[in-house]
């Protein structure tokens, strides 16, 4: 447990370490907001056997980690505050800090890199498009019009009126988009770390910050764009994307162009968490990128 430092007082949060390799150390920044670390579980099967040192992270709010009420502290600056006081706590540095983030994990780790670079020996944005507002075009532009119209109707009903607690709401998200752009495992065998996290996810963070569902943004990150700033990454950077994924795989393919350093890494199979439905491409390009850091 590292004790953090906020505006609102002192709080806990949850790390836990596998491996040792002085030279390469992971920190795994979760999705969400909101989530768990449990969405990693599945790096236990590759990642030890590769030498690689990495850390499982519950942020503040998150399963494992204090969990305090107080809507203040779901801010996008606080967040990267927090990695930063983690990072310290934990001893990483330069020589050996390589920064994960799958997901809203991507948007944290993209603004650490952009206010605390000179920390980082590399960085993994797996899952997560530079700007909200293109994110949201992609999902209007190209992922709605293949679902079935009269669900998306009523999905759209559902927010409307602001009932998205409603399970019929989560229902449908299941079957007709979770199912086709988060994980492509049909639902009745999809691992148990998903079903896990998902069970886990504190809704007061996850609304405030993402909205109600993952077919598109409208939180308060609804206007976040760090496109422009991509230059400034001059770290070794990894972009993950993959074809059936809510996020657009040509733009992450484009975030890799602009980075000094970027590279990209695609995954045909994969959706949202290619971890769990395309582990046969996530993970050897992950542990190849990891392994050429210098």
């Not at 992971?26 to 670390?37: I, K, Q, R, S, W």
């Not at 994980?183 to 809704?203: F, G, K, Q, Y």
């Not at 939180?219 to 059936?244: C, F, K, M, N, Y």
């Not at 968490?273 to 992950?286: M, V």
């Amino acid at each position: 447990m590292v004790p953090i430092t906020t505006p609102s007082g002192e709080f806990l949060v949850w790390t836990k370490r596998v491996g040792t390799n002085p030279d390469l150390k992971v920190l795994l920044l979760h999705g969400g907001p909101g989530a768990t670390d449990e969405l990693y579980e599945s790096f236990d099967v590759w990642f030890p056997g590769a030498g690689i040192e990495y850390y499982y992270y519950d942020q503040l709010g998150s399963w494992r980690s204090d969990q305090p009420d107080d809507p203040s502290l779901w801010d996008l600056s606080r967040f990267v505050d927090e990695v930063e006081q983690v990072r310290q706590a934990l001893g990483l540095d330069a020589s050996n800090f390589v920064l994960f983030g799958q997901s809203w994990g991507g948007i944290l780790a993209m603004e650490y890199a952009l206010h605390h670079q000179v920390n980082l020996k590399g960085l993994v944005i797996s899952n997560m498009m530079s700007s909200a507002p293109l994110y949201n075009a992609y999902a209007t532009d190209v992922l709605m019009p293949t679902m079935d119209q009269a669900v998306l109707a009523e999905i759209k009903k559902f927010e409307a009126d602001g009932t998205t607690d409603d399970p019929r709401y989560e229902q449908l998200l299941m079957e007709h988009h979770y199912a086709h752009h988060v994980c492509r495992i049909p639902l009745a065998e999809w691992p148990d770390p998903v079903t896990r996290a998902i069970s886990h996810i504190n809704p007061a963070i996850y609304v405030s910050m993402q909205g109600p569902s993952e077919l598109g943004l409208s939180g308060t990150l609804e206007d976040w764009d760090r496109s422009g700033d991509l230059h400034a990454v001059e770290v070794p950077t990894l972009v993950i994307g993959a074809t059936h994924d809510t996020m657009d795989p040509a733009h992450m393919r484009w975030m890799s162009e602009q980075l000094p350093q970027g590279s990209y890494l695609h995954c045909p199979d994969g959706s949202h968490l290619s971890q769990f439905d395309d582990p046969q491409h996530y993970f050897p390009g992950l542990i190849r990128f990891l392994h050429s850091l210098k």
